[in-house]
Every structure is written in structure tokens, then in C-alpha cells.
């Protein structure tokens, strides 16, 4: 064989070897490309702009694999449903890139995003189960009582970065029902859902997982409550884990001005390194697991300011 045959040879074979481990290249679809403004206007609405951004993600031949949203406050009068997972929503940063929920007195519960198929709001065939989700540097402002920024039903490997949901004047104040991420389950289980450094500000639930969640995390977060006592006739809480909850984790984070810091319901749950402050009624509230489980939840590293109860 020749010296020029073998590189030749070597040439193709370094060439397939790249082509094989080089990463595709993302499609990135910018909102503003789809007829979103951005400007705050509450006559305003970009809801429609973003759900034909986020229809990108259903092309066949090329589909969005990051839905880019830069600064600007998009005001929202819909639920956006993602209809495809494995890709990423992301802005330029929390304070930058805010989505604004303005719904009026719309009756019953409102959503920013629903991820999965919930099926007060679709019917589960026509949108999948989320697998590899990622949402990142966004704020979301809800004004509606009953307002939520993300619905996640049926997920698995999902990643919450550096997101900023705050309540916006919620009136009856009493009445505030606001949450920040709601994760539920309708098949067996979610599962590898983290939450990392992210802020909750003035809601009546923070974190609120129900169904069955296991091998999840909230990491580096901030809970501002919305006032001791002030939301009745029931406790606002900061994070509220299900009692079919396993292999949870909330580390790392801080807890201010709700009634209950964190309530575990019985799942198994490791509570470490956080700063508790004024919370009005619990810092943490564990609740004994099921009886004939071998579940069991851990508090270590923590320190508790000022409150009624530890």
C-alpha cells in the first residue's frame, strides 16, 4: 500500500470518526421571528407569537431544539402547552426576559406553561409524556389569584435553571393561591426532576409536587412568602412534597416569610444545609411515612432563625 493510499485512507476514517461524535447543531427559534414584541403593553399579546415559536419544535424535517426568548416583558393571555420535550426554553436572564400571566379574573386555575398531558387540557395522545426538558434564565409574573408558571405532568429528566416566579398583586390578598412549578404525576412516576438556584416571591405554594416524584431535587433556591398568616384559611408553604415523594432532596436553599418552610407528607426526603427564617407556623413539618414503609426523610445542616416552631 502506498503512502498516499494510506493517508488517503487514514484521512477518511479520522473524517467518519468526527462526523460520528460531533454534537447536531441546534435550531434555535427566536419569539420576536414569530411576531413577539416584548413590550409589556397589557393591551398586549404574545401568546400567539410564542405558540408558533414553540410549533417549531413539531417540524418534521428540522425541529427547534431551543426556543430563545430575549429581553423584554411578553405579556400572556393563554396556556402555552409545549407540545414536544428535548429542547430548551431559555432567556437572557431572570430579570431580563420576564413572562407576564394576564388572564383578568379568569375562574380557576391558570398556567403559563403546561408541559405534558394533563388532561384538563389536552387529551394525553395528542401531546407525549416529557422526557428532557430544560428551562433556563426566565422570569414569570402571575397577576391572576389563582395563577401558576409551569405545570409539568408525567416528566423525567427535567432541569429548572435560574428561573424567578413572583405574585403580582394577587387581590383578595387572603385569596392568593399562586404556585410557582406544579409537578404531578397521572402514570407510575416522575423522576430526575432538578430545580436549581431559582427564586419564588410572594406565593402561596413555591414547589408543589403531588402524584408520585422520586430522585428529585431543589438546589440553591430562595422562598420569599407572602407574610405570615396573611393567606387563609390555608398555610402558605415554600415546598410541599407528596407523601408518595422518594428520593427527594432539598438543599441548600432559603426559606423567609411563609407559614411552612417545607412540608413533607411522608415520602422519603433529605433536608440539608438551608437558612429557615419567620416562618410562621413550621419550619419544617415532616409527616410519619405510610405504615408498612421503609421510608424515612433526614434534617441535618440546618439553621433555624426566627419562628414560631422548628
Not at 400571566?101 to 389536552?122: C, E, I, K, W
Not at 407528596?242 to 423567609?256: H, L
Request: charged residues 15%.
Amino acid at each position: 500500500m502506498s503512502r498516499w493510499t494510506s493517508w488517503v485512507i487514514s484521512f477518511v476514517l479520522a473524517s467518519l470518526v468526527c462526523l460520528w461524535v460531533s454534537p447536531a447543531v441546534a435550531r434555535v427559534v427566536n419569539v420576536k421571528d414569530y411576531g413577539a414584541v416584548g413590550s409589556g403593553d397589557p393591551a398586549s399579546d404574545d401568546g400567539p407569537a410564542f405558540k408558533l415559536a414553540l410549533d417549531q419544535t413539531m417540524t418534521a424535517s428540522d425541529p427547534a431544539t431551543v426556543i430563545y426568548i430575549p429581553a423584554g416583558t411578553y405579556v400572556i393571555k393563554q396556556t402555552l402547552v409545549l407540545p414536544r420535550c428535548q429542547v430548551t426554553i431559555r432567556g437572557d436572564n431572570n430579570l431580563a426576559s420576564v413572562i407576564k400571566s394576564d388572564l383578568g379574573n379568569a375562574a380557576g386555575t391558570t398556567y403559563v406553561f403546561q408541559v405534558g398531558p394533563f388532561p384538563p387540557y389536552s387529551p394525553p395522545e395528542q401531546v407525549p409524556a416529557c422526557e428532557s426538558l430544560r428551562m433556563a434564565d426566565l422570569g414569570f409574573q402571575l397577576t391572576n389569584v389563582n395563577g401558576r408558571a409551569l405545570l409539568i405532568y408525567d416528566a423525567r429528566s427535567i432541569t429548572i435553571d435560574r428561573i424567578r416566579v413572583s405574585a403580582i398583586n394577587p387581590t383578595p390578598e387572603a385569596s392568593n393561591r399562586t404556585v410557582g412549578l406544579e409537578l404531578v404525576t397521572g402514570s407510575p412516576y416522575a423522576t430526575a426532576v432538578r430545580i436549581n438556584d431559582s427564586l419564588f416571591l410572594g406565593l402561596y405554594l413555591g414547589v408543589y409536587l403531588h402524584g408520585t416524584v422520586t430522585a428529585s431535587s431543589i438546589r440553591g433556591g430562595t422562598f420569599f412568602g407572602p407574610g405570615r398568616g396573611v393567606i387563609q384559611p390555608f398555610p402558605s408553604t415554600a415546598v410541599w412534597i407528596c407523601p408518595a415523594c422518594t428520593g427527594m432532596s432539598v438543599v441548600s436553599s432559603v426559606f423567609e416569610n411563609y407559614d411552612i418552610g417545607v412540608e413533607s407528607r411522608g415520602g422519603s426526603t433529605m433536608i440539608g444545609f438551608n437558612h429557615f427564617e419567620n416562618q410562621g407556623q413550621h419550619h419544617v413539618l415532616l409527616y410519619p411515612p405510610a405504615t408498612g414503609t421503609e421510608q424515612s426523610s433526614l434534617v441535618a445542616n440546618v439553621f433555624f432563625g426566627t419562628g414560631d416552631h422548628p
